[in-house]
């Protein structure tokens, strides 16, 4: 089964935000490095790699709900 993937911002020291779409594992892991403020970290996203100095990062916000495009049945 694969992973969800969800969109997220990464903000930064003097107000920069970074929006990326991640599998849960990945965000867990950014997560983890960014409490232990561990330097630099390389997060692969779709695109390719961002290296994040995580002594910069002020916040990681998650969406509350997945995107839609088009009609929803409900």
Known sequence: ???EIQRIE????GGQVVSVRLEEKRLGDLRKSVEREDGWHDLEIEDGTISLD??????VRTSAAPHTIGFSGD
């Open 10 to 13: 990464i903000g930064f020291a």
């Open 54 to 59: 995580l002594s910069k990062v002020v916040f």
């Open 1 to 3: 089964m694969a992973s």
